[in-house]
Every structure is written in C-alpha cells, then in structure tokens.
C-alpha cells in the first residue's frame, strides 16, 4: 500500500474525480463532502466526551432493542441534519430510527440518492474510550425525480451502490470511501480541518494473519464455522500461520485494521440469533462494497452479501469478510455438504 505525501483535501479529490466525467452533475461529490462535513463534528464530541457529559446512556432503546448511547444520538442527528440540509440527499435511513425519513422539499425531491448509515458503531466501546466509527451507504433512486423518495429507494441490493465508506474515530480520524473506480482513505488533519489523501487506491492483501471473531461464542456457532476457527489456531509456518486472533468489538475497527493489513472478520448467526446480529443495510453491505472493489469478498455464508435481496431496512444478516484467500480457505470448508 503505497502512502500518499501529496496533500490533497477531500474536496478536491471528489472534484478532480468529477472531472473524469463530463455528465456528472456533482451531487455524488457534494453528498460526500456532507458526509465529510457530519464526521468533524462527531469527531470533535468523541475527542472531548471524557470531559462533556456525552458518555453513558442515553436512556432509550433503538428499534433493535439495544440500549442508545448518548453520543449515539449526537452523531444521528450530526449525520442527519447535515444531510437534511444539503441539496445531494433525498432520504436516509438510520440504525437509530424506526422507519426511513424522508426529506420531502423542493430541492431534496430533485435529489438523486438516498442514504443510510450506522451513525456510531461499536457505540459500547465509548465509554472505555476504544476506537468507534461511522458507517454510510449511498443508492441512486429508483422513484421518480422531482417527487418525494420511497421505500424502495432503500431496499436494494448491495450490488446496486453507488457508493459506501466509514470514518473510523481511532488514534487519528479517518475517513474511507468506495466508488465503482476503487477505495482511497482521508484522514483528519487538525491542522486545517480538512481530511487529506492519505491512502491513495487501497488494496486488500490477498492473505493476512489475523482472524477477528468473538469466541465467547464458539459453542454457538455452525459445526463447520467452529472447524475453521480451529483450523485457524493450529495454523503453523507449514500452512502459512500461525494466525492471530484479533477481536475489538467494533467492527469498523476490525475490519479497518484487515483492509489495510489482510485478515477476515467473521460474526456468524448463533444458537440463539441464527440469523446474526450485524445489519445488512447499512454495517454489512457498505463494508462488503468497499472489501470488494479492494480486492476481498464478502458473504453471509450462503452467498454473496452484496447480492442479498433486502426486506426490512433494519434486516440482519451472518457476515464473513476479508482477504481473498481466507475467504476462499473459509468456503472450502464452511460451504462443503
């Protein structure tokens, strides 16, 4: 991975991209500088929430039943009003709201794409002031322009993005985005308040050494899901291990940190929630977007994620991700009668 010294702003890496294409009207560009534009704010609060009264709960349950985080509400209506607010937006859909919001104006009618987010993953690391982030999904409508967005512009496909991204709060704040023509990486300088190109074209390695999956679990999980985490700690250097187990619990973290370095991030469906925990609409489709246009694959252990048909924008969903040939490891094992 080649590390990018030229400075070059967000800004002008969306614009320089434009340029590219003559038809291009720039919403696309200008919903990614909002984007852009919510994730300083969050990034502000969650550098000082030790010292404000933003940690703890918020006292509410979202509609997954889990208990809302006050900086949880903070980023969600970060995200939410800037994208309200802009001219690129015609909807979004959130891990903390019940239903879609659609924004019903003038302009936003004349908007292109709608967007769903989680607005803070990996939010119960907060208080213990572990590395959290935010992740967002962009679809172009499928309803007709200059009317208020649907439902429908919603439930599609993974495959059917224009683009998705995360901005990891971490020891720097960084932003990543996917389009059809590759991943590059911001990260923040506060210098000039400006996320800066820093991770030019990211590639994910084809093979990693780390495994993330939490083994708390390991009884709950598929007989052939436990085999291949056992076949992951008696790796040795004859098989290309050993393997090292690497869990956060914040899965823009982890799958951060295997984008960059290769790995596979692994939350099956248990026992007891057979049909896993993550959200396909906006944690495991974005992230499968952006492994895959870097060179890994994404499944829920059936097929491919981005290829899954949605029913609910709040839908759940097993996920398997990361490095190409651990996934192809994975598959001969888990996908084999």
Do not use: W
């Amino acid at each position: 991975m080649v590390i990018n010294r030229k400075i070059q702003t967000l800004d002008e890496f969306t614009i320089q991209q434009m340029r590219d294409f003559p038809q291009a009207t720039g919403e696309l560009s200008g919903l990614l500088r909002d984007i852009g534009l919510a994730a300083k704010r969050v990034h502000v609060e969650v550098n000082k929430a030790g010292l404000v009264d933003i940690l703890g709960d918020a006292g509410t349950m979202n509609v997954q039943g889990e208990e809302v985080k006050k900086l949880d509400v903070f980023a969600n209506n970060q995200f939410m009003g800037v994208l309200r607010h802009g001219i690129s937006c015609a909807g979004i859909g959130s891990e903390e709201l019940d239903d879609v919001v659609i924004f019903d104006d003038e302009i936003s009618n004349q908007s292109k794409y709608v967007c769903l987010f989680d607005p803070l993953d990996g939010s119960s690391n907060i208080d213990v002031n572990v590395s959290i982030g935010t992740i967002f999904s962009i679809y172009r409508r499928v309803s007709e322009k200059g009317k208020p967005a649907r439902k429908e512009d919603f439930l599609q496909p993974g495959n059917k993005q224009v683009a998705a991204g995360y901005v990891i709060y971490g020891s720097s704040t960084m932003l990543v985005y996917a389009t059809r023509r590759g991943v590059n990486g911001f990260t923040l300088d506060q210098a000039i308040g400006e996320f800066t190109l820093s991770h030019p074209d990211i590639k994910c390695p084809e093979k990693g050494k780390i495994y993330s999956v939490n083994h708390g679990n390991f009884f709950q999980y598929d007989e052939k899901v436990r085999e291949y985490i056992t076949v992951c700690q008696k790796k040795d250097k004859t098989n290309g291990g050993p393997y090292t187990q690497r869990y956060i619990g914040s899965m823009v973290a982890d799958v951060h940190r295997n984008l960059i370095k290769g790995g596979i991030f692994m939350y099956p469906g248990t026992t007891d929630k057979p049909k896993g925990k993550l959200r396909l609409m906006y944690e495991c489709n974005p992230f499968a977007f952006i492994v895959e246009k870097a060179g890994g694959k994404a499944t829920n252990g059936q097929i491919r994620i981005l290829d899954v048909e949605p029913t609910d924008v709040h839908q759940r969903t097993p996920l398997f991700i990361g490095s190409r040939l651990m996934m192809d490891e994975l598959e001969s094992i888990t996908m084999v009668p």
